[in-house]
């Protein structure tokens, strides 16, 4: 299968996945030409992402920050909500400090954070 070789290539093959997306919808045939065409595409720019633009794991700090906004909690609601001490979940979630298991297990309890998330791995 051919691949993206360099940053002009990947910028054409988005533009062209731009071009293509207007053409193809949900009920766009399997066989259709521009389908194809975006299917394989994709799977270049897919590869050449992975490769040279790697999405790392988030922290658990941003993890919980993210969960604390979709839950719409404050440090102090969330020291409630512990039953910690405001001061020890400000160094929680400034990543002053790391929470230990016991608490790791509260925060992946209360917060439904990803066990695997808690403890790093």
Partial sequence: MAQIKNERQYKAACERIEELLKVVSNKTPADDKNLLEL?????????????????????LVEVIKLRMFEM??????????????????SDIVTGKSEPTL????????????SPAVV???
């Fill in 39 to 59: 299917d394989m595409i994709s799977e270049m720019v897919a590869e050449y992402e992975h490769e040279h633009y790697p999405v790392a794991a988030p922290s």
């Fill in 102 to 113: 016991k608490v790791g297990r509260l925060i992946s309890q209360k917060l439904n954070i």
């Fill in 119 to 121: 403890l790093g791995v």
């Fill in 72 to 89: 719409g909690l404050s440090q102090a609601k969330l020291s409630e909500l512990l039953g910690l001490s405001p001061a020890r979940v």
